[in-house]
């Protein structure tokens, strides 16, 4: 496993549609390795695959609460080439953030619940109903897959205020 980089607003690799994965190589499973490594190390609990400026349809996920005891055990997920194929009329709102937009976070208004097909590193395909936490976190990521990001929910006052930030921090950084 390697740590990789997150790539941060505004790179531009982040508006990238990712491409569908046609086989579960060793390659894509060396990937969300990778994925999961730098994803706990933020730390995140979802991570698509152009975070890590590689665009292929490839989330990692652990929404892991911790037990009565007071101790957390991990709950790896990997999700390739993810769909959403129905959502619910109700919708919710969460607090969103993202680990390419870091420190930032604002409320986004998303379907509660949704149904998501999805191939797993075995090849096999799920198909399952999301809601809660889940459900937010899959739309917020498979948004990444087609180069959307979750300030694009806010106002635009709100949005472009987040992207001109984040543009002046990488000028200061060059
Ligand atoms: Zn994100």
């Not at 194929?85 to 969460?94: G, Q």
């Not at 459900?135 to 001109?164: M, P, W």
């Amino acid at each position: 496993m390697a740590l990789r980089e997150i790539i941060i607003l505004p790179d531009k690799q982040l508006r990238l549609v990712s491409k569908p994965i046609e086989k579960v190589t060793s390659e894509i499973r060396k990937l969300a390795d990778d994925m999961f490594e730098t994803m706990y190390d933020a730390p995140g609990i979802g991570l698509a695959a152009i975070q890590i400026a590689q665009p292929v349809r490839l989330i990692t996920m652990d929404l892991a609460k911790p037990n009565p005891d007071g101790e957390t055990k991990p709950e790896p997920r990997v999700f390739i080439n993810p769909a959403i194929i129905a959502s619910s009329d109700e919708l919710s709102v969460y607090e969103e953030g993202c680990l390419s937009i870091p420190e930032y976070y604002e409320e986004v208004e998303r379907p509660a619940k949704v149904r998501v097909r999805f191939t797993d590193l075995d090849g096999k395909v799920h198909e399952e109903d999301a809601e809660g936490l889940y459900a937010t976190c899959i739309q917020h990521e498979i948004d990444h897959l087609n180069g959307v990001l979750f300030v694009d929910y806010l106002s635009k006052l709100k949005r472009d205020r987040v992207i001109k930030k984040f543009e002046k921090a990488a000028k200061r950084a060059e």
